[in-house]
Every structure is written in C-alpha cells, then in structure tokens.
C-alpha cells in the first residue's frame, strides 16, 4: 500500500470478516511502501488493537513488485494471498481461493472478467507488451490474471529463491509452473474514487 490513510479503515472492515469466513487460522501483513500521509500510524493503532493485524514499512518508495517480494519473504502461513489494499482485490473472493486450494491446487489466480475500466491507451499498451513478453520469453500468462492470488508455501518458497531487484512478478508466477487454477472476479471501482498510480509513463518505464 502507498498512502492509503482514506482507505485502510474501510479495507479491514471486509477484509477481516472475508478471512474469518475461511474458518482457518490467518493474519495480515501490510506492506507500507514508503507512505507519507499517516498510514503508518492507523497501521500501529490496527496492530495495536488486533494483533493478527501486522504490517511491514519501507523507508521509501520501491514499487510494488519488490513490494509483495517483501512480503513474501515475512509472510509465515502455509498459504499467502497477495492482493492490492485499494478494495479492486474484493476480500470476498478469498474463500473461494481456499476452496481452490484445498482441492490441490498450488497457485490459485483472480481472473479480471474484463478491462474496460482501463482507458483505451492502456488497454492496447497492456496487449502489445504481453504479447511481446510471450515472444520473448516462451512463458504464457492467464488472461486477466495478476497480483490477486492465492499461493501455496511451496510456490511461496520458490518464489523467494529469486532474488533479482528487478522484478516482473507475473512472469515469475507463471515460469516458476506448479498446479493452477484462476477464480474469475469483477474488479469494482477504487475505493477512494481515484485513479491508478501507474501510469502510461510509469507503465512504459516498467516494461523496458
């Protein structure tokens, strides 16, 4: 998360229902990436007032792929599920992630049903660069698939044996290969009315 002092009060109130309903014994590690606004201290209040609530702070900004390899690295359960704090990750969908891990499956995947809240400039960026990184690199991803996931410990363990700085962390969840499957959701609006942060600038900067 980066600066999600409007939000984080909102993303615990489903989230933590959302985890009890899986009826297993869980917690939540926050990633902060260098916030500036207060989220580091409403993330001391959460912890103080349940435990379970964790959280891990960056000294600045790294961007978000090094943002889920800390987190993977901290993260102790036997499943990890990786979702964004800006409520498009519905915590609901979780149970249905467990569901798919307890039939065996490994990597468990949310499958956006469809990308028309992205502008059209991002939409034919996004299909030129998979394109290119499929001719590329031999490695295939899901449609619609990305950080929203659940991943068993030993995908977990594989992916922290990569220790590259810098990451394209949906090529690594697709080469490291294991047992998948994808969970089809709807991705609503950001909770906070705004904008993605990653922008065509940023986006093109990523991809090189």
């Excluded at 449609?143 to 363990?157: I, M, N, Q, S, T």
């Excluded at 697709?174 to 609006?189: L, Q």
Aim: hydrophobic share 45%; aromatic share 10%.
């Amino acid at each position: 998360m980066l600066n999600e002092e409007k939000g984080l009060e909102a993303l615990v109130a489903r989230l933590t229902p959302a985890l009890e309903a899986t009826g297993l014994a869980w917690d939540v590690l926050f990633i902060d990436d260098g916030s500036r606004d207060s989220t580091p201290e409403i993330l001391r209040r959460l912890n103080a007032r349940d435990a379970r609530l964790k959280a891990v702070s960056f000294s600045r900004n790294f961007g978000k792929e090094l943002a889920v390899a800390a987190g993977l690295d901290h993260a102790t359960g036997d499943a990890v599920v990786l979702m964004d704090a800006d409520l498009q990750h519905p915590p609901e969908i979780i149970s249905q992630f467990v569901a798919k891990w307890f039939e065996g499956y490994d990597v468990v995947y949310g499958q956006r049903d469809d990308r028309q809240a992205d502008s059209l400039p991002r939409r034919v960026f996004s299909k030129v660069f998979y394109g290119a990184f499929k001719a590329m690199s031999g490695t295939t991803l899901p449609d619609g698939a990305g950080d929203f996931r659940l991943l068993d410990r030993r995908a977990v363990d594989a992916l922290r044996l990569m220790r590259e700085r810098v990451r394209f962390n949906k090529g690594l969840y697709a080469w490291i290969g294991f047992k998948s499957t994808g969970v089809v959701f709807h991705v609503p609006p950001r909770h906070d009315g705004g904008v993605s942060r990653f922008n065509i600038r940023r986006l093109w900067r990523f991809a090189l």
